[in-house]
């Protein structure tokens, strides 16, 4: 069985949705199961401070989650063509994880939301690479072969999967294109994971 860690921050709910399609694809695949998890908002005023566990969605991942995953799907709404910061801040707490090398052969893939067409979809996808890479983790996209890459009007990117949340929709109102990229993204994720864990 590979287990697939769905890691996220969403501030309004259109990454948190894209995560959800992401699971739906990671399970579709036999022999794959998600594990979706969050990381808490970060503050000056707060560093440090305790957590709290969350009252509703998922639980606030640790670094063993990362560990025991036999693969990674990074999640984040767009923050001036970057990841957020909550997101940023759990990954840069990765150093024990990168000298121990647990990540290196992992498949991993990203995914993000932004407000408008040309909101930096795309270098914040890049930006959620980085990190993985040092990692050495094996980066998976979403290839042309996905006929929604070529039909959306939306999100959709080859580096990941997208959201547009438009003011004149729903902010978590993924379009069907949107929806059945994201779950593309998982598939190829776990399938990798599955072809690539240990005999």
């Given at each position: 069985?590979?287990?697939?860690?769905?890691?996220?921050?969403?501030?309004?709910?259109?990454?948190?949705?894209?995560?959800?399609?992401?699971?739906?694809?990671?399970?579709?695949?036999?022999?794959?199961?998600?594990?979706?998890?969050?990381?808490?908002?970060?503050?000056?005023?707060?560093?440090?401070?305790?957590?709290p566990v969350p009252p509703t969605g998922p639980p606030y991942a640790t670094y063993d989650d990362l560990r025991s995953a036999d693969?990674?799907?990074?999640?984040?709404?767009?923050?001036?063509?970057?990841?957020?910061?909550?997101?940023?801040?759990?990954?840069?707490?990765?150093?024990?994880?990168?000298?121990?090398?647990?990540?290196?052969?992992?498949?991993?893939?990203?995914?993000?939301?932004?407000?408008?067409?040309?909101?930096?979809?795309?270098?914040?996808?890049?930006?959620?690479?980085?990190?993985?890479?040092?990692h050495g983790m094996v980066i998976v996209g979403i290839p042309y072969t996905e006929l929604a890459l070529n039909d959306t009007r939306?999100?959709?990117?080859?580096?990941?999967?997208?959201?547009?949340?438009?003011?004149?929709?729903?902010?978590?109102?993924?379009?069907?294109?949107?929806?059945?990229?994201?779950?593309?993204?998982?598939?190829?994720?776990?399938?990798?994971?599955?072809?690539?864990?240990?005999?």
């Amino acid at each position: 069985m590979a287990e697939i860690l769905v890691l996220y921050y969403s501030r309004n709910g259109s990454t948190a949705e894209l995560a959800r399609q992401v699971c739906r694809g990671v399970e579709s695949v036999e022999g794959a199961s998600a594990k979706l998890r969050t990381v808490p908002p970060v503050a000056a005023e707060s560093e440090g401070a305790a957590r709290p566990v969350p009252p509703t969605g998922p639980p606030y991942a640790t670094y063993d989650d990362l560990r025991s995953a036999d693969g990674l799907i990074l999640g984040s709404p767009t923050r001036f063509g970057n990841m957020a910061a909550p997101l940023k801040y759990f990954l840069d707490g990765t150093a024990a994880l990168w000298i121990s090398g647990a990540l290196a052969g992992k498949p991993a893939g990203v995914f993000t939301s932004t407000q408008s067409m040309h909101g930096g979809q795309e270098t914040t996808l890049l930006s959620m690479m980085l990190p993985l890479f040092h990692h050495g983790m094996v980066i998976v996209g979403i290839p042309y072969t996905e006929l929604a890459l070529n039909d959306t009007r939306a999100g959709g990117t080859p580096y990941g999967a997208s959201h547009v949340a438009a003011a004149d929709r729903a902010p978590a109102l993924l379009t069907s294109e949107e929806q059945s990229l994201a779950q593309s993204l998982g598939r190829r994720v776990a399938r990798l994971a599955l072809r690539l864990a240990p005999a």
